[in-house]
Every structure is written in C-alpha cells, then in structure tokens.
C-alpha cells in the first residue's frame, strides 16, 4: 500500500483559508467514504478531526470541514487560528480491513 | 473517561523482540476494533495492525510474519508482540480505538528504537 500523497506543508495567516488535499487511487479514496483527518501536535496523541469524508466529531470546530471528489479528499480549515498550527495526516479505508495514511502536511500560522 | 496508555518500547537490536502493551480505561477492548499505528522518526503515520472484536487480525505487508497483534480481557489491555525486528522498525507506536471506521482515541504513544 503506498502512502496517500499530501502537499508537505500549506501556510496562513490568521483568519485566512488553508485546504489540503489527499490523494489516493480507486482502490482507497476513490473507493470507499471512509476517509479521515488527523490532527498532531509533536509528542502529543493525534487527534481526529473529521471522519467519513466530511463528519466533524462533537467538540471539533465547525472551522474545519472534509470533502472529496475521485480519487482526492480535502481538508479546509477556515479562519485560521495560532492553535490550528499542527501537522495533518488524511487516512482512508483501503480495503481487505486495511487502512493507509496520507504522507502528512504540516501547517503553519504566519 | 476513555484512555489508552502504551508501555513497553525501548532499545533493542536489529534480529530482537519487543512486546508493546496499550492499558486501556473507559470501554472494553474486546467490544471494538483495536488499531496500532506507527511514525518513524521525520516520517508520516503509517497503520500497522488491527484485531476486530471477533478476534480476527490484519497487518500491514512491512509487519507480516514478525509482528502479532493480541489483547487480554482480563487485563483490559491489547498488544503487539514485534520479532525480527528491524532498524525501519524504529517509531513511535501507538495504540487507537477503531470505531467505525475512524481512529477516534488515540494514546500518547511509546518510543521503540531498534539500533546495535
């Protein structure tokens, strides 16, 4: 299973718009409506942010928000804030009960 | 309150074993899907095994024939029994609750370093 490919790194400044993307193939992404976000901060448990494509689990900002379209899954985070600075990971059923994770995509504040 | 706390990682060389434990708090990890996800130092997350409440198990293709996954009820805790291990091996570990398709908790992690 090769990685789903993510930009290595997005930035913004506060109260702006960052999306990342996540792509996949047919056989992952493409194939399935189970696609999740993770959020980590170094040296802490990572932490999801939006399952299902596009699911915001209670206590996650609405800021954050999941969509996909083919083989590419993206996550936006609106109204950038200090604390959003993390590193992101995307992760998506790929069959056969396995699972693989996006290569990661770090997001900065300015 | 759910909680998941790894143990066990460590220094061990290259051909060693290591047994990682994840102590789990708030639910019963014979009741739900337990993953363990690895990241390697500079690296991304990388999913490295699970066991469904039925017992059944699935292992990524870097980890299959040297690592097992397994969980005591009594204990209340799930494991990944790691042989021949190797220095790719080397990671943070982690424990997750599988849950509908989702990792929705996750532990701290525990450091295991494979290095002669």
């Known amino acids: 299973q090769s990685a789903l490919t993510q930009p290595r790194s997005v930035s913004g400044s506060p109260g702006q718009s960052v999306t990342i993307s996540c792509t996949g193939t047919?056989?992952?992404?493409?194939?399935?409506?189970?696609v999740s976000w993770y959020q980590h901060h170094p040296g802490k448990a990572p932490k999801l942010m939006i399952y299902d494509v596009s699911e915001r689990p209670s206590g996650v900002p609405d800021r954050f928000s999941g969509s996909k379209s083919g083989n590419t899954a993206s996550l936006t985070i609106s109204g950038l804030q200090a604390e959003d600075e993390a590193d992101y990971y995307c992760c998506s059923y790929a069959g056969s009960d396995t699972y693989v994770f996006g290569t990661g995509t770090k997001v900065t504040v300015l | 309150e759910v909680q998941l706390v790894e143990s066990g990682g460590g220094l061990v060389q290259p051909g060693g074993s290591l047994r990682l434990s994840c102590a789990a708090s708030g639910f019963t990890v014979s009741t739900i899907y337990m993953t363990w996800v690895r990241q390697a130092p500079g690296k991304g997350l990388e999913w490295v095994s699970v066991?469904?409440?039925?017992?059944?198990?699935y292992y990524a293709d870097s980890v299959k024939g040297r690592f097992t996954i397994s969980r005591d009820i009594s204990k209340n805790t799930l494991y990944l029994q790691m042989n021949s291990l190797r220095g790719e091996d080397t990671a943070v570990y982690y424990c997750?609750?599988?849950?509908?398709?989702?990792?929705?908790?996750w532990g701290q992690g525990t450091l295991v370093t494979v290095s002669s």
């Open positions: 066991i469904h409440n039925d017992g059944s198990t």
């Open positions: 047919s056989s992952d992404v493409g194939g399935y409506n189970y």
């Open positions: 997750a609750r599988e849950y509908y398709w989702k990792l929705d908790h």
